[in-house]
């Protein structure tokens, strides 16, 4: 059973569109949620994350949207470029205050093309 | 400060063969975990050290898989004997040892062919 359903599975976008990355989750337990980036060849890197008691984080051109009662969470990429395109990972996992595992969804792969 | 490094970075193997795995984690990092990647599918949690304690092994798949972190330094991932199943990506990564905010860092992996 996938905790953690991530989609689209792939994404093309111009130069300068707002891809959007859905994530669902099911267990209510999980209290943080980051965002993976990774290159090819590359280890997955925290890109943005954020709690439950926020609906909204920024970080430069990367927002995260989360909505409690859904249960979901979404990645937004402003004015996207080349350069953003890569595999995107959501994560969950439990604040248990001793470093919990990470519970992954099954990626993104982001195109930005020219 | 160097970051997570892992080796071999591929690795490719016969059915039934042994293959080791090997993490550094960041130094001072007393968090290390192992997580696999089968193509196309998520990113699995395997298990977690505490310093060389195994805090959490709720991910390894069967008792084909051993690992160890002696020393609290490195770790390193023994599959034996490997199945075809068993191919697929093994990440590791580090953290602090602190509650709150749990950013772990990644190494590149290692891409394990079984034929």
């Known amino acids: 059973q996938q905790q953690v359903k991530q989609s689209p599975q792939s994404l093309i976008v111009q130069k300068g569109g707002i891809p959007i990355i859905n994530c669902a989750y099911e267990?209510?337990?999980?209290?943080?949620f980051p965002w993976y980036q990774q290159f090819p060849g590359k280890g997955p890197a925290l890109l943005i994350a954020i709690r439950p008691d926020v609906s909204e984080k920024k970080e430069g051109r990367f927002t995260i949207s989360f909505n409690k009662s859904a249960k979901q969470f979404s990645l937004h990429i402003m004015d996207s470029q080349p350069g953003d395109s890569a595999t995107y990972f959501c994560a969950a996992s439990l604040d248990t205050g001793t470093a919990s595992k990470l519970t992954f969804g099954t990626g993104t792969r982001l195109q930005v093309t020219l | 400060e160097a970051g997570v490094t892992q080796f071999p970075s591929h690795s490719v193997i016969e059915k039934g063969q042994t293959v080791t795995l090997r993490c550094d984690p960041i130094s001072g990092h007393d968090n290390l975990y192992w997580y696999r990647r089968v193509m196309g599918k998520e990113i699995k949690f395997l298990l977690h050290f505490v310093k060389e304690s195994k805090q959490d092994e709720s991910g390894m798949p069967n008792n084909r898989f051993l690992a160890e972190r002696t020393g609290g330094t490195y770790s390193t991932l023994k599959v034996q004997p490997a199945e075809l199943e068993d191919s697929g990506v093994y990440f590791c990564a580090s953290s602090q040892m602190s509650s709150g905010a749990n950013e772990q860092f990644f190494g590149p992996g290692t891409r394990l062919t079984v034929l």
């Open positions: 267990n209510t337990a999980f209290d943080y």
